[in-house]
């Protein structure tokens, strides 16, 4: 049964539930040993069970309830939002794009998120907002 709540987290998170997307999307978020393609298999197939660390990861990554996630159960898609790291003070072009965000289908909201990361990554934050 974890197999099949693990595919339906990716495919509510807009990922598809293969092997390969989870490889890479894994471990692009776990700071650990990279996993391998055919440890990922085996957790699609339900074959093995991820490491409490990993399972971890993987609530986080695809915000839903680690125990939900593991063992199943009423907690199904109790979806957290991950801590706000951002000033609540928001201007009103955050409030558009935010609002803009919202309206994108799953697919392209994950897209969005993929390129905000990267230039997030290339980019340091800089202290003043009226960049």
């Known amino acids: ?25 894994f471990n692009l978020r776990y700071w650990g040993k990279p996993i391998t393609f055919q440890a990922v298999r085996r ?21 839903v309830d680690p125990h939900h996630l593991r063992y199943g159960g009423s907690s199904a898609y109790n979806v957290s939002e ?15 794009l935010l609002s803009l965000y919202r309206g994108l289908p799953a697919a392209q909201r994950k897209v969005m998120r993929d390129i905000m990361e990267t230039f997030a990554k290339a980019h340091p934050p800089v202290n003043d907002r009226n960049d």
């Open 1 to 25: 049964m974890f197999a099949e709540r693990l595919k339906a987290a990716l495919e509510a998170a807009g990922y598809e539930a293969r092997p390969s997307v989870l490889e890479r999307e």
């Open 43 to 63: 957790w699609l197939r339900g074959d093995s069970i991820p490491s409490q660390d990993k399972l971890q990861v993987l609530a986080r990554w695809l915000l």
């Open 82 to 96: 991950p801590p706000a790291n951002w000033d609540m003070s928001s201007t009103n072009e955050e409030r558009q």
